[in-house]
C-alpha cells in the first residue's frame, strides 16, 4: 500500500496491508463510511501526527537494525466492544543480496472476545481527541487480499510466538505467523497467497508421490522375473526343455534312384548277390557268390570252396535272408573258380554279365560282398589297370593250388569275405570276379596271403568275366574245366628280362614236349619269350597269365631271342586238364 491505497500490480514484501489495519466498526445507515486508521509509513519515513495524538502506549522497540519504530497500538476503553489490535509490523531493510531480514520480536497483546451477537464497535478515541477520519475515500470494489477486509468479515487479531521465527526457505518474504486467540477457539485466518507454510489457511497434507513406490515395485518385479526365467533356463539347458522335442524333417520324397548310380546299381545287383558259410577239413570261411543262372547255379572263388571239397557243407544265405544248402558242382585251382548249386529255392534273379575286353581304365565299378561276415556290403570306386598279372595261392607248398590270373585292379574296397563277389559296371553287369587284395606289409597276392595286416589298402584285383564266363560254363558241363598250354617247361629262377624256356623238365624229361605246340612253332631250350601278341613279359609267371587269358585253339604270336637274335614265332594253343 501507498498512502493507503492498494497497489494492484506489485507482490506487496511485507505482511498485506489488510492485516495491519484494524477492522473498522460498522457505519452508520445515513452516513455510508466508517472511518479507517492512519496507515504506517513507509521504511525511511517519520509518519506524520495527528492534530490531536492519543496517548501513546509503550510497546517494546525493536532490535537493532530491524527498522523503524511500528505505530503504537489502539488502546479500547472500558465497557466497548474491543476492535483487532495490529501488531507492529517489522519491515525488513533493504539489502543487496539475498540475505533473509531478522524477524521483529513477537509482542503479545490481550484482547476481549466479543460476544457472538455483538457487532463490532469503533476503537474509543481519547478523552478531548477528535474523532479518526477516514484518509481516503471507500472503495467499494477492494476485496481481500489486496484492499482491506470487506465489512462482511472483520480481520481476526494477530498474535505472534514468543520465539524467533526460522527464515523461510529460498530466500522468500518472511511473514509475521497468525496468533491464536485465547480461550482455544479456532479463529478466522486471512488468506495471503505469499504467505510462508504455515500461517494463513491451516496445511493441507500433501499426497505422497507414487513414483518412487512405482520404480521401487518395478525394480522387485524385475528382480523376481530374472531370478524364475533364469530357474527355468537352466532347467531347460539341463534336461532338454520342458515339453516332447520334435525336431524338423524333410518330407518323404522319392526314394527311386537312377539306374546308372551306386544306389540304383545296388538296388539292382543285391538280390542275386550271396553270402556262403563254408564249413569242413577243421576249417569253417565266409565269402561271396553271385547267381548265374534260374536253375541255382552260383559262381564263387575255389579258396572259397576249398574247405568243403570232399565232405563239407556249404550254406547259402540271399540278400532277403532265405538261406539254402548247396553242392559243389565244380572247382579250378588254377583259375581259383568254383561252382555250387542250390535247389528248391524260387524266384531266383541271375546277375547280367558284361565284356572285360570293353572296360577301359577309370570306369566306375561297384562290388559287394561280405568283408569279415558283413553281408551286403556295397563299395565302389574305378578301374585302376588292366592286366595286371598276379598269383595267389600256394599255401600247399608244391605249386598246385597257385592261381594265375590277368586281372582287373580297383580301388573299390576290397577285403576278407569278398571273394567270389561280383565286380559290377555302370550298367550292373558283371565284369569281374573279385578274388584277391594286395594287403600292406605283404609280399603275396591274395586275402592276406604273406600279409601281415590283412585289409584293403585300395589295391583290389578281380579274374575277367570273360575268362569266368569260359571255365563255370566247363565247369558245369563236365565238372572240370580246361588250361590253354604251349607244351614247354619255363625255368622259374630264371633271373633276366623274359621267360626262358628250361633245358630239362621237371622229372628230367625234355622242356619242350614233342609234338606240343612250341615244338610245331620251332622253340627250342634256352629261348627267352619277351612278347606275347605284342605284350612285354619279364617272367615265367606273367607269360603263364597271358597264356591262360586265352582259350584252348587260339593262335598266338611270340616274340623271343636266341644267341642275341630276336625271332617270331606263331603257335596254337593246346589243351590240358585242370585240377
Same mark, same amino acid.
Given at each position: ?52 495524538a492519543p496517548a501513546p502506549v509503550d510497546e517494546p522497540g525493536p ?106 526457505? %529460498? ?6 505467523? /497468525? ?10 485466518? /486471512? ?12 496445511p493441507v497434507t500433501a499426497k505422497k508421490s507414487r513414483k518412487g ?79 548265374l543262372d534260374t536253375k541255382g547255379h552260383i559262381l564263387t572263388n ?150 601281415? /595286416? ?28 580246361? %588250361? ?53 613279359? %619279364? ?10 587269358? %586265352? ?29
Open positions: 500500500m501507498d498512502n493507503g491505497k492498494p497497489n494492484w500490480w506489485s507482490r506487496p514484501s511485507s505482511t498485506p496491508e489488510a492485516a495491519r489495519i484494524p477492522t473498522p466498526p460498522p457505519a452508520d445507515e445515513g452516513d455510508g463510511d466508517f472511518p479507517l486508521p492512519a496507515p504506517r509509513s513507509a521504511p525511511g519515513r517519520t509518519p506524520e501526527p495527528p492534530a490531536t532490535p537493532t537494525g530491524a527498522g523503524p519504530v511500528p505505530e503504537a497500538a489502539a488502546v479500547e476503553p472500558p465497557g466497548a466492544s474491543p476492535a483487532p489490535v495490529m501488531e507492529p509490523a517489522v519491515e525488513p531493510a533493504p539489502a543487496a543480496g539475498p540475505a533473509v531480514p531478522e524477524p521483529a520480536p513477537a509482542v503479545e497483546l490481550t484482547k476481549s472476545v466479543p460476544a457472538p451477537e455483538a457487532a463490532p464497535v469503533a476503537a474509543a478515541a481519547p478523552v478531548g481527541a477528535p474523532a479518526p477520519q477516514p484518509l481516503h475515500a471507500p472503495d467499494e470494489y477492494r476485496t481481500p487480499p489486496y484492499g482491506e477486509p470487506g465489512p462482511w468479515a472483520p480481520a481476526p487479531p494477530v498474535q505472534r510466538p514468543p520465539g524467533s521465527v526460522p527464515p523461510p526457505a %529460498h530466500h522468500q518474504p518472511s511473514h509475521p505467523p /497468525q496468533a491464536q486467540p485465547q480461550g482455544g477457539a479456532a479463529p478466522w485466518v /486471512q488468506y495471503d497467497p505469499w504467505g510462508a507454510a504455515g500461517t494463513g489457511v491451516p513406490l512405482a520404480i521401487a515395485g518395478a525394480l522387485v518385479f524385475a528382480l523376481i522375473t530374472g531370478v524364475i526365467g533364469g530357474g527355468i533356463g537352466a532347467y531347460v539347458e539341463r534336461n532338454g526343455g520342458l515339453t516332447t522335442v520334435e525336431l524338423p524333417q524333410a518330407e518323404a520324397g522319392d526314394t527311386g534312384r537312377a539306374p546308372d548310380s551306386v544306389a540304383g546299381i545296388a538296388a539292382s545287383a543285391l538280390p542275386g548277390v550271396v553270402t556262403l558259410h563254408v564249413t569242413g577239413s577243421g576249417s569253417s570261411g565266409t565269402g561271396t557268390g553271385f547267381v575255389n579258396h572259397v570252396v576249398d574247405g568243403a571239397a570232399s565232405s563239407g557243407d556249404i550254406s547259402v544265405t540271399f540278400s532277403s535272408g532265405e538261406t539254402a544248402r548247396a553242392k559243389l558242382i565244380g572247382k579250378d585251382t588254377g583259375y581259383d573258380l568254383a561252382v555250387v548249386q542250390v535247389t528248391g529255392v524260387s524266384g531266383l534273379k541271375a546277375l547280367p554279365l558284361g565284356n572285360s575286353d570293353d572296360v577301359r581304365v577309370g570306369d566306375p565299378v561297384v562290388a559287394i560282398g561280405a568283408p569279415f561276415d558283413l553281408s551286403n556290403t556295397v563299395t565302389s570306386g574305378i578301374i585302376s589297370a588292366k592286366e595286371r598279372p598276379i598269383t595267389a595261392g600256394g599255401e600247399k607248398g608244391d605249386g598246385s593250388d597257385i592261381s594265375y590270373v590277368d586281372a582287373l585292379q580297383t580301388d573299390a574296397p576290397i577285403n576278407p569275405g569278398n571273394s567270389g563277389g561280383p565286380l559290377l559296371d555302370s550298367k550292373a553287369r558283371v565284369i569281374g570276379i573279385n578274388s584277391a587284395i594286395r594287403a600292406a606289409g605283404g609280399s603275396g597276392e591274395g586275402e592276406g596271403a604273406g600279409a601281415s /595286416q590283412p585289409g584293403s589298402i585300395g589295391l583290389g584285383f578281380a579274374i575277367p568275366i570273360n575268362q569266368g564266363k569260359r571255365v563255370a560254363e566247363e565247369l558245369i558241363n563236365t565238372g572240370k574245366a580246361t %588250361h590253354p598250354v604251349i607244351g614247354v617247361s619255363l625255368d622259374m629262377q630264371f633271373n633276366g628280362d623274359g621267360a626262358r624256356v628250361g633245358e630239362k623238365g621237371k622229372d628230367g624229361s625234355a622242356s619242350v614236349t614233342a609234338g606240343g605246340p612250341a615244338a610245331k612253332a620251332g622253340l627250342r631250350p634256352g629261348d627267352v619269350i619277351t612278347k606275347v601278341d605284342g605284350q612285354r613279359v %619279364h617272367n615265367g609267371e606273367e607269360l603263364i597269365v597271358k597264356i591262360r587269358a %586265352h582259350r584252348p585253339g587260339d593262335r598266338l604270336e611270340l616274340t623271343l631271342t636266341r644267341n642275341g637274335k630276336e625271332l617270331t614265332k606263331t603257335l596254337t594253343l593246346g589243351s590240358s586238364q585242370g585240377t
